[in-house]
């Protein structure tokens, strides 16, 4: 029989799974990250070797049996980063034993792909970073933000946190309004200022470690709203907006006007939240009739769907294939 491995590749972790051609899932498996702008190409690929290699150990499926991949990986932007990409997948697959066809798409691709199974409609993904893509009637397809953490992911987890941080860091230094997430800071970084800057200067350290860090923070900013936080409350409403801007943008760019469908993917849009409020309101105001739909599977399977129905790959997304 042959099987078809899908890859989720991301910021936070990396998760693969394997599938029959009638698309049953016959193994999975999980590791870390894989975005090569965060943890590096080496790491990278290390992460996503030992993932694929939970997966085919746990579903006993030999390498030669899989007879295509597809990775969707967060960090495959532009033409810019075709060679790492080339380069890490060349290498995870290698060392797992795999010498198959494969292509890599950015990892929205494959979260719309796992949503709608190749009908149109727009995906927002909405995790360590935040990003959307849509595909239209005519399949053209279409992205937006998915920028990285310096000038992108406006809404997401990272952004969030560092909303968080920057709020609670004001509140201290008597800038800003009272916040309870100064609390969560003092625990983080030390009860001094003196601890504080020491806390900051080592941000400066590690790109992997400032990130973590960062994004980390975004649940303490979420359970401050529920306790009835303003400023913790505000940083969601204002997030929630933003995403549903980024959606908004791709639903036009494709034509999907007239009650377009959105699936949403990621921790931030999956948990009851203001955020989530503020999503849902912001997109029925600018987008009238807009519903809300479930995706109907994972990224990693939305992978493994267009490893094996490659006709279904939006023929205008950016891709390297091996």
Not at 57 to 66: C, E, G, L
Not at 141 to 159: E, F, I, K, T
Request: glycine letters at 12%; proline letters at 4%.
């Amino acid at each position: 029989m042959a099987y078809f491995l899908g890859i989720d590749g991301g910021a936070t972790k990396s998760h693969v799974v394997l599938s029959n051609g009638t698309g049953r899932l016959v193994g999975e498996g999980q590791n870390g990250p894989s975005n090569y702008h965060i943890v590096g190409v080496e790491q990278a690929a290390s992460n996503l070797s030992a993932a694929i290699s939970q997966a085919l150990a746990r579903s006993a499926v030999s390498p030669t049996d899989v007879k295509a991949a597809c990775a969707g990986m967060a960090g495959l932007d532009g033409a810019s980063d075709q060679k790492q990409m080339h380069q890490i997948l060349t290498t995870a697959l290698n060392a797992s034993g795999l010498h198959c066809p494969w292509r890599s798409l950015n990892d929205s691709v494959v979260a719309w792909a796992g949503a709608f199974h190749g009908s149109p409609g727009a995906l927002i993904a909405a995790g360590s970073g935040a990003v959307a893509f849509a595909v239209g009637e005519n399949g053209r397809s279409a992205r937006a933000d998915g920028l990285g953490h310096w000038l992108g992911d406006a809404g997401s987890g990272y952004d969030i946190g560092r909303r968080g941080l920057r709020a609670a860091l004001a509140a201290l230094d008597e800038r800003g309004p009272e916040t309870r997430l100064t609390e969560r800071f003092r625990v983080l970084a030390g009860g001094t200022q003196k601890e504080w800057i020491g806390w900051i200067a080592g941000l400066d350290a590690s790109i992997s470690y400032a990130h973590e860090q960062f994004r980390s923070f975004a649940p303490f900013v979420f359970e401050a709203a529920a306790c009835g936080d303003a400023i913790a409350r505000s940083i969601l409403n204002e997030a929630g907006a933003e995403l549903a801007g980024t959606v908004a943008s791709v639903l036009r760019k494709v034509g999907l006007l007239t009650e377009p469908q959105v699936a949403t993917a990621g921790s931030v849009l999956q948990q009851p939240s203001s955020l989530r409020q503020a999503f849902r309101a912001a997109l029925e105001a600018d987008l009238p009739g807009c519903q809300i739909v479930p995706a109907r599977s994972d990224p990693a399977c939305g992978a493994a769907l267009l490893a094996s129905k490659s006709d279904l790959v939006p023929q205008d997304a950016l891709q390297v294939c091996g």
